[in-house]
């Protein structure tokens, strides 16, 4: 039986994200005003163990709580006590009294802890296994709309936003991209350390680059498969073995996460190989093609059907195992059969975007003190520039949130887009090695305004605009929203086209044949953000701008010197549309780059 700190410790990250913010929640509920600094504290610790790369309960294991950024020293006791006593008497004080059934309904989108109290205490909804069904069954009945501080719109708007989450919206078991792949690179570097092992390599969704992934597996050759099974099952982040055979094996690592591993010699590696990597789409696709030539494929080989020994041929490689079926070899972010096996035939795959390619990134945050409307950067400039180095870029763009417009006068944003600009100056006279791009991230306003007027807006080199805000509108509005924005002579790139948060938030609906068309026209550019929970533009959307010839641009959306190096996941979705160099302007030089700013 495993015992109770075992399970404890399979605690995710997003659960224990959930609880720090259920305590701010409790905190907002009792007393906003007195409890402000806390509350602010909780859900920038909450966010930060959310978007971790790798499972919080190792930090506290090597005992690196401390190194987490936006978690400070109270928190950490908190946690560690989390650890140790699977409970913490803080969190019980602060959450007596606050029924559970609001940490339910502040999960749906556009619940705030104050309106789902009123909800719940008002109609008395306090059992959190049906309390969206009974606050459903309410709003049907037309009794939302008399409670005070509410109305007809209100109502409505809750019967859409639980019909929204019943479809997915905001609860999923799946695992970003980028946490996954951490993950599964950690894995990785430990099986590698079995030296009898020939080969290893992620499978399926991971291996695809899809940008959610179910689980992971991998894929080992070796002539030893009972060593390679002892020292997997030994994966010292491993909470417990689920199973152990001969050639495979399953273990739950920190976060209750499963890793699974399959075994097979080197001289079918390769069949095994491109049969578990996927997609199901485009391995029935493969199949039906082969038939029609009477090939049989499997994860051992290919049998060819119309030999009277039927004898099956192996490969230890995928470019053999393609090849066999007179098919250029087929890059696994391609393989979702979308027209990926017909080029092939013709042997006119694409040779797609790599990281080697990107000479810069466009959308930085540094801690330069602007005083933006949303969050400011973690580093320096000093920091990013030198990073920027050590990544061989040639150019860099810094892109700060615009200055708060609810806090600042013009006069006042213009002073501080002067400061910054002197700044960025001085850099420019003594830097050497990477060239500077003053730029900004704008808000698009409701009405498709910039946020900072033209006298600001003439001290940048370009502008990259966004919504940060009114996710709401329908899909016309929204999209002329956005090209109001575009047409600004200064307004180059739209960032995080969709808005999309990967298992927290859809993106908005716009009519991107219109915005296709738009960028086209007026020399604009699409953003492939590289943040874990955007990865935005989605990859299908990636294929249809390509197809269009639309720009598009790869960029981190860093605020931390460390998160420069996300620009391989938005890499990674780029070559899942079927992006090349020529695709992506930030391949071009910086020569270059000023010339399409200024066109």
């Not at 610790?45 to 971790?52: G, R």
């Not at 096996?341 to 790599?354: D, F, G, Q, S």
Request: charged fraction near 30%; aromatic fraction near 10%.
């Amino acid at each position: 039986m495993v015992n109770a700190l075992v399970l404890f410790l399979c605690m995710s990250n997003k659960e224990i994200a959930k609880l720090l913010e259920n305590v701010a929640t409790a905190y907002t509920i009792k007393n906003e005003k007195k409890f402000r600094f806390q509350i602010i504290a909780y859900l920038k610790a909450s966010e930060t163990i959310a978007e971790l790369n790798g499972e919080l309960s190792e930090y506290y294991k090597e005992e690196k709580l401390d190194q987490l950024p936006g978690i400070g020293p109270t928190i950490q006791s908190h946690l560690i006590e989390l650890f140790k006593k699977k409970k913490v008497k803080h969190f019980t004080w602060v959450l007596k009294g606050i029924p559970k059934s609001i940490f339910v309904l502040t999960d749906i989108p556009s619940f705030g802890p104050k309106k789902a109290f009123k909800l719940v205490s008002f109609f008395k909804l306090n059992n959190p296994k049906t309390v969206i069904d009974e606050l459903e069954k309410v709003a049907k009945r037309g009794k939302i709309a008399n409670l005070e501080g509410f109305g007809e719109k209100s109502q409505q708007d809750i019967l859409r936003a639980i019909a929204e989450f019943r479809e997915g919206k905001g609860k999923t078991t799946r695992m970003v991209l980028p946490y996954a792949f951490e993950i599964a690179q950690k894995v990785m570097d430990y099986l590698k350390q079995e030296k009898t092992i020939e080969r290893v390599e992620a499978l399926g969704s991971l291996r695809r680059r899809v940008s959610t992934i179910g689980d992971i597996d991998f894929a080992v050759a070796t002539k030893n498969p009972k060593k390679v099974i002892e020292h997997f099952t030994n994966y010292p982040y491993k909470e417990r073995i689920i199973e152990k055979g001969e050639v495979s094996a399953s273990i739950l690592i920190s976060g209750g996460r499963q890793i699974d591993l399959l075994i097979q010699p080197l001289e079918s590696f390769g069949s095994l190989l491109q049969h578990f990597t996927g997609s199901k789409n485009h391995n029935v696709h493969l199949r039906e093609y082969a038939l029609k030539k009477g090939l049989s494929l499997s994860e051992y080989g290919i049998k060819n059907l119309k030999s009277k020994s039927k004898s099956l041929q192996k490969y230890s490689s995928e470019e053999d195992f393609y090849k066999a079926l007179s098919l250029q070899w087929i890059t696994p972010e391609l393989r979702e059969d979308q027209g990926e096996i017909e080029t092939a035939v013709k042997n006119k795959l694409p040779k797609l975007v790599e990281l080697t390619d990107i000479k810069g990134d466009f959308h930085i945050h540094s801690n330069f003190p602007i005083e933006p409307s949303h969050d400011l950067g973690k580093d320096s400039m000093e920091e990013m520039l030198e990073k920027a180095r050590q990544l061989n870029y040639e150019y860099l763009g810094f892109s700060e949130h615009n200055p708060s417009t609810s806090k600042h006068t013009s006069k006042e944003i213009y002073d501080l887009l002067k400061k910054r600009d002197e700044k960025i100056e001085q850099f420019k006279s003594v830097n050497k090695y990477v060239r500077i791009f003053k730029l900004l991230e704008v808000d698009i306003l409701p009405s498709g305004d910039l946020a900072i007027d033209n006298k600001s807006l003439e001290l940048l080199d370009a502008a990259i605009i966004s919504i940060h805000s009114v996710f709401t509108m329908g899909k016309d509005e929204m999209t002329q929203r956005v090209l109001k924005g575009l047409s600004h002579k200064k307004a180059k790139i739209l960032a995080h086209p969709t808005g999309r948060l990967l298992n927290d938030r859809y993106g908005y609906d716009l009519d991107f044949e219109k915005v296709f068309e738009f960028c086209k026209k007026h020399n604009k550019a699409l953003e492939i953000n590289s943040w874990p929970q955007r990865l935005d533009l989605p990859d299908t959307i990636i294929k249809q701008a390509v197809e269009n010839n639309v720009n598009l641009v790869i960029d981190s959306d860093s605020h931390a010197v460390s998160q420069m190096e996300l620009q391989k996941y938005g890499v990674f979705m780029a070559r899942r549309g079927w992006a090349t160099k020529n695709d992506i302007l930030n391949t071009m030089s910086y020569n270059e780059i000023i010339d399409w700013f200024n066109d």
